[in-house]
Antibody, heavy 125, light 108 residues
């Protein structure tokens, strides 16, 4: 059974960089049928896609966050990471990591089938 | 970028049928996925590829996609179905993933 676990600081100061890591267990992050993604949810609001990465390093980002986001993968540790720079209070949210199924027919990342429990990150001085 | 529009809320009596819509331009050319999220929990996939159900999801959950609207249908609604529901697509034109704004299902 695949398991994902987010880790990182729960409190980040404004203008600093938010850094989170997702550790994958139960499967290899280098699986050809898997993409990996970050999603966030501000308190009381809906889901927002942050970005998605393949084990090769090929990444896709939400255009609204593109200039501040970097997602990377470390296959040796079976982890992938999120960095979000120049944070403000608007970046306060529960951050989830999740696995995306790569559609064999569609030849693209399709849906999230495994999610981490989520971690609350608060941006405050 | 591609936009998915959901009604903010849907209410239904127990035992009745709930229909949650997800509107998008020519959405029938997309493949739509649906998630259920209960308070304090991570989302759970309930429908993928428009109408397929993951193992463990009751047959009461079904999906359809036609024209400009995809629909999640929950038959014989139970109190435990009360949750937020989100639709999602991968827009191949832009290589961006898009969520709908979410619909809160209330069981009366």
């Amino acid at each position: 059974q695949l398991h994902l676990q987010e880790s990182g600081p729960g409190l980040v100061k404004p203008s600093e960089t938010l850094s989170l890591t997702c550790t994958v267990s139960g499967d290899s992050i280098s699986s050809s049928s898997s993409y990996w993604g970050w999603i966030r949810q501000p308190p009381g609001k809906g889901l927002e896609w942050i970005g998605t990465i393949y084990y090769s390093g090929s990444a896709y980002y939400n255009p609204s966050l593109n200039t501040r986001v970097t997602i990377s993968v470390d296959t040796s540790k079976n982890q992938f990471s999120l960095k979000l720079s120049s944070v403000t209070a608007a970046d306060t949210a529960v951050y989830y990591c999740a696995r995306l199924e790569f559609g064999v027919v569609s030849a693209r990342p399709d849906y999230f089938d495994y999610w981490g429990q989520g971690t609350l990150v608060t941006v405050s001085s | 970028s591609y936009v998915l529009t959901q009604p903010p809320s849907v209410s239904v009596a127990p035992g009745k049928t709930a229909r949650i819509t997800c509107g998008g331009a020519n959405i029938e050319t997309q493949t739509v996925h649906w998630y259920q999220q209960k308070p304090g929990q991570a989302p759970v996939l309930v429908i993928y590829y428009d109408y397929d159900r993951p193992s463990g999801i009751p047959e009461r959950f079904s999906g359809s996609n036609s024209g400009n609207t995809a629909t999640l249908t929950i038959s014989r609604v139970e109190a435990g179905d009360e949750a937020d529901y989100y639709c999602q697509v991968w827009d191949s034109a832009t290589d961006h993933l898009v969520f709908g704004g979410g619909t809160k299902l209330t069981v009366l």
